[in-house]
């Protein structure tokens, strides 16, 4: 939910190009069917918080939920890019952007820019040409894998079937680089994150991960896969979530039986497809009779520190996963709270141009790379 903060926000934080990899605010927008611009209960990203929070350009989730895999993903996800293309033509400070110099225009002009990243490669349907119109509509980036191993990649939440990637899949990754299309290697198993290395010849992007050595969650980076993303000149954009933030969450939740599935499990058939604006409701549910603990804006910090230190400064960027996760840290509960952010990584020892990297810096580089191919 978001609500009025009182914030001091730094002045590197108001000079910054604040790009945030991952937001799921397009999937809460459908299932509740309101705008960006609407009070919503909910709501750890709407269109206040954003301006408040004094975000650039959002990376709005077109994700795919794994029921729909084998079964109308491709569809699902041109129906949350209608969402996010109807959100930006809707408000006059803000405005639909598909490359570095939008980003920087932006900024320039004071708005605020929604950018594509479509979840789940399972969206593309085994077809390059479904990834290709994906591209065609606006999609920068597509995360190769949700929490299920698709047809050509292993994911980090499910069991692998691939040893990483296929022959296709490399294709894939060699495709998107062709375009001129981040390769997102959140969710990925780490076999999979080994072979897209392997296979890209552009830099890759997590745009929303965290550091498995402080937090044992798998969706997590190992310290091994953060040195390789450097040699890569790719960057992790640190994940917001409470259970990929604090060991304490994720013992929990790893514990415990995992996100309650239907019978249409995403692997075919003819169950009744599932009811999309009620599923997050079930998780929630689920999430909260957990008893979680709540992880902290110093923890967020930990993380942006560490991979800091062994990625190094221009590999870190933030990638909150707003509106798409039950739990987030106490004085970062939404957007506005960004800010405060700022000022704890800069009350540790970080410099201004080393936040100005953080923050989004970091992330054009590799943005612009992508796009030179």
Not at 114 to 141: C, P
Not at 283 to 306: E, Q, Y
Not at 325 to 345: C, F, G, H, I, N
Request: hydrophobic content about 40%; proline content about 4%.
């Amino acid at each position: 939910m978001t609500t009025s903060h009182t914030i001091e926000v730094p002045d590197v934080h108001r000079r910054a190009i604040i790009v945030d990899g991952h937001c799921d605010t397009p999937y809460r927008l459908f299932r509740h069917n309101v705008h960006l611009g609407d009070h919503d209960t909910e709501a750890q990203a709407d269109l206040k918080s954003l301006r408040d929070g004094g975000v650039t350009a959002s990376f709005f989730a077109a994700y795919v939920p794994p029921a729909y895999a084998n079964r109308g993903a491709a569809a699902f996800a041109h129906k949350l890019i209608d969402v996010i293309l109807d959100e930006a033509n809707r408000y006059d400070d803000v405005t639909f952007c598909v490359d570095s110099e939008g980003i920087r225009a932006a900024k320039r002009d004071g708005k605020l820019a929604l950018m594509i990243g479509v979840e789940g490669g399972h969206a593309i349907e085994d077809s390059l040409d479904r990834l290709r119109e994906l591209y065609a509509r606006g999609a920068r980036y597509m995360t190769l894998t949700h929490v299920n191993t698709n047809n050509w990649c292993d994911s980090s939440g499910d069991a692998p079937r691939h040893g990483g990637l296929t022959d296709f899949g490399r294709t894939v990754v060699r495709t998107m680089n062709d375009l001129g299309m981040i390769v997102d290697i959140s969710h990925v198993s780490d076999d999979a994150y080994n072979a897209v290395i392997e296979t890209t010849r552009v830099p890759v992007v997590a745009t929303h991960s965290s550091c498995r050595a402080l937090c044992r969650h798998p969706r997590n980076m190992t310290d091994a896969m953060l040195r390789d993303l450097a040699k890569n000149g790719g960057v992790c954009m640190i994940n917001f979530f409470s259970a990929f933030l604090s060991d304490g969450v994720a013992e929990v939740i790893m514990k415990a039986q995992k996100r309650p599935k239907k019978p249409a499990s995403g692997l075919g058939g003819t169950e009744e497809m599932p009811d999309d604006r009620t599923d997050w409701d079930e998780f929630l549910k689920w999430f909260n009779s957990l008893g979680c603990p709540t992880a902290t804006i110093d923890d967020a910090a930990d993380h942006v520190i560490h991979a800091a230190t062994v990625a190094g400064i221009d590999h870190v960027g933030i990638g909150s996963d707003f509106d798409g996760v039950p739990a987030l840290p106490r004085d970062l509960t939404d957007a506005s709270m960004l800010p405060r952010l700022t000022a704890r990584l800069l009350e540790r020892g970080m410099s201004e141009a080393d936040v100005l990297k953080i923050l989004g810096g970091n992330f054009m580089r590799v943005f612009e790379a992508v796009e030179a191919r």
